[in-house]
């Protein structure tokens, strides 16, 4: 149990372009789910944090405007780059949680995104 | 603010050596200390985590780590290391809500026959 996916798993797209990730939980209801971008062979960075129905919680230095994030359902987050450019590209890894499952965060596959 | 410290970023050992993999956090009470493990191209899948009570913790794929609030440390432990064990091992720390997850560096691990 307390699967989440990804999709795409991988895209690649031109410069000036939007693209949107999906993140979804595909066996439990999550609550909140959080954005993270990962460099190559650097960790994971805390991009935001959005809770089902409310606005996402942005870490500072990311850009709310750029990097939307809507949690519309208690299964489905997407993080939507806008106007994409090189050095946007990365590994964006999504995670879930419950109020049921507190105390873990399941994780994604991850998705990469190389921008022309 | 709480950080991690791994301060190996790169491991190699042979199958069936044991491991021991340092991860060092800074804060000021004691956190819930997590172990992460993440093979190429894959997310991350938890190994243990660490809320309070016994200080050694069993994991998943025969790992255990131990904390040691003295040392402010969390090590990650395997007797016998396995060829598929090779992949990242990232240490993480939540401060006290699960909301805010700080993952140290990484440790790559590599397996040799």
């Known amino acids: 149990g307390a699967v989440v996916s990804q999709h795409p798993s991988w895209v690649i797209c031109k410069s000036g372009t939007s693209v949107k990730i999906e993140c979804r939980s595909l066996?439990?209801?999550?609550?909140?789910m959080f954005w993270y971008r990962q460099f190559p062979k650097q960790s994971l960075m805390l991009m935001a944090t959005?809770?089902?129905?409310?606005?996402?919680?942005?870490e500072q230095g990311v850009e709310k405007d750029k990097f939307l994030i809507n949690h519309a359902s208690l299964t489905l987050s997407t993080l939507t780059v806008t106007s994409a450019h090189p050095e946007d590209s990365s590994f964006y890894i999504c995670?879930?949680?419950?109020?049921?499952?507190?105390?873990?965060?399941?994780f994604g596959p991850g998705t990469r995104l190389t921008v022309l | 603010a709480q950080s991690v410290t791994q301060p190996d970023i790169h491991i190699t050992v042979s199958e069936g050596a044991s491991l021991e993999l340092r991860c060092n956090y800074s804060?000021?009470?004691?956190?819930?200390l997590f172990w992460y493990v993440q093979s190429p191209g894959q997310g991350l899948q938890l190994l243990l985590k660490?809320?309070?009570?016994?200080?050694l913790v069993q994991g998943i794929k025969g790992f255990e780590a131990e904390f040691k609030r003295s040392q402010s440390s969390f090590n990650l432990r395997k007797p016998s290391v396995h060829w598929s064990d090779a992949a990242e091992y990232f240490c993480?720390?939540?401060?006290?809500?699960?909301?805010?997850?700080?993952f140290g560096t990484g440790t790559k691990l590599q397996v040799i026959p």
């Open positions: 804060y000021g009470a004691t956190p819930y």
């Open positions: 066996d439990f209801q999550a609550t909140t």
């Open positions: 993480a720390v939540d401060a006290g809500g699960y909301q805010k997850v700080t």
């Open positions: 959005s809770n089902e129905g409310s606005k996402a919680t942005y």
């Open positions: 995670s879930a949680t419950s109020t049921g499952l507190w105390d873990e965060q399941f």
């Open positions: 660490y809320f309070s009570g016994d200080t």
